[in-house]
């Protein structure tokens, strides 16, 4: 926000609480305001002299415009919310997670979401997964399916009676795994 908007914000509380605007009172306020969005810092003021009489403070506007960003961006999915899909592949984590900063920062600060076609939101179907996000491989013989009990990878042997859990492997797994 500029010192200009900061005035005119001031003008508009003052409207509300008949408080006297100087040049001092611009700049400590510009101070505190300079990173809030002018529209949201307007709503916000609104939205308090709706609530209260009191006297608005910097620190009203930035708990409010904080509030209606949190607000924003945690209803940008949900039932019966729109949804945009984050503009990344979700295989690659760290670059999904980066879209879905961007998206829950564009709707915290009231940008639009734009929707995408089903062409679009497809197209990455069927490709390959990248080595790096393979499944992790145990070592040692839990790394391999049990040959005898069919135990899946990582999971312990079991018994034919009641199929207990073993304490330890059967032979025949312990073989695949050394041949493996």
Known sequence: ???SQVAELLTMASAFDRRTVGKTDVMAWHLVLRDVDF???QAAV???YAD?????MPSDIRH???KQRDQAAADIQGPGLPAE???ADPDDVPAYLEALRRQRYRA?????????SVAELTAGVGKEIPAEHQPVRRPGPL???CPRCHAPIGHACRTNVFAKRMADVHPSRLDASRAA
């Open 1 to 3: 926000m500029t010192p």
């Open 39 to 41: 529209e949201q810092a």
């Open 46 to 48: 609104a939205a308090h």
């Open 52 to 56: 209260t009489r009191d006297w608005i």
């Open 64 to 66: 409010r415009v904080r």
């Open 85 to 87: 899909i984050p503009d």
């Open 108 to 116: 915290a600060i009231g940008a639009d979401l734009r929707p995408r």
């Open 143 to 145: 790394g391999v399916e």
